[in-house]
């Protein structure tokens, strides 16, 4: 459970949260994707207060507005990578142009020759890759990135907060329990039984 937590991240801002497991870090994830509504307080996504809004509404927010990236991948096995990046255009309401972005984030991550592969012909990076590409196709405000390198190698895990931290023209958030991830960050913030500690210099270490 959170307590007073505040937290303000700008476009072009990379935050990282520091916590271990049972800190509160998926928690906060959601509430800042709209994924779940706090008991008090108010939640500001894109300039627009998201606290109190229906189910639908909230959908729709995250549709447009959020982009998830986790530890697991999360893509549909029987769809290829291509088709798990266009899925998220397909949904009633995302905005139009998606199959024209979807082919450029694709081209961009160097995910070309392997688009037509199934989940499981990917190496780990790819899947990731494929998973930020989801993530980004809708365009985005805010990126939530959930134990992003978590599931990767060390080499893979650089290339994939590389991505992460060169995507500029929107704000990200990255929660982890690995300094070495936060490291990337502008800002890092340690979570520790529900409420956010002063700042910690990028790449240092949580106060436990």
Same mark, same amino acid.
């Given at each position: 459970?959170?307590?007073? *937590? /505040? ?9 990282? *949260?520091?916590?271990? #497991? ?15 509504? =706090? ?14 809004? #229906?189910?639908?509404? %909230? ?6 507005? +959020? ?12 769809? #290829?990578?291509?088709?798990?990046? @266009?899925?998220?255009?397909?949904? =009633? ?15 961009? &991550? ?11 012909? &990917? ?18 405000? @805010? +990126? @939530?990135?959930?134990? =992003? ?10 290339? *994939?907060?590389?991505? %992460?931290?060169?995507?500029?023209? /929107? ?15 502008? /800002? +890092? ?7 956010? +500690?002063?700042? *910690? ?5 949580? =106060?436990?």
């Amino acid at each position: 459970m959170l307590h007073g *937590v /505040r937290l303000t991240v700008e476009v072009g801002e990379v935050v990282a *949260v520091l916590g271990r #497991s049972g800190s509160g870090k998926s928690t906060l994830l959601h509430l800042l994707g709209a994924l779940d509504t =706090p008991e008090e307080g108010q939640i500001i996504l894109a300039g627009e207060s998201i606290t109190g809004r #229906s189910a639908r509404a %909230l959908a729709r927010i995250r549709l447009r507005h +959020v982009g998830f990236v986790f530890q697991q991948f999360q893509l549909i096995e029987e769809l #290829s990578g291509a088709e798990n990046v @266009l899925l998220a255009t397909r949904l =009633p309401g995302a905005p139009r142009g998606g199959t024209r972005r979807a082919a450029n984030l694709i081209d961009e &991550l160097g995910l070309g020759d392997v688009a037509a592969h199934l989940p499981h012909e &990917l190496s780990g990076g790819e899947q990731q890759r494929f998973a930020i590409a989801r993530a980004l196709v809708n365009d985005p405000q @805010l +990126v @939530l990135a959930d134990e =992003p390198t978590g599931s990767l190698d060390a080499e893979n895990g650089l290339a *994939v907060l590389g991505l %992460l931290r060169g995507l500029t023209d /929107r704000a990200v958030v990255i929660v982890t329990h690995e300094p070495e991830a936060a490291g990337i960050a502008d /800002r +890092v913030l340690s979570l520790h039984e529900g409420q956010l +500690v002063p700042t *910690v210099a990028a790449g240092g270490a949580p =106060p436990w």
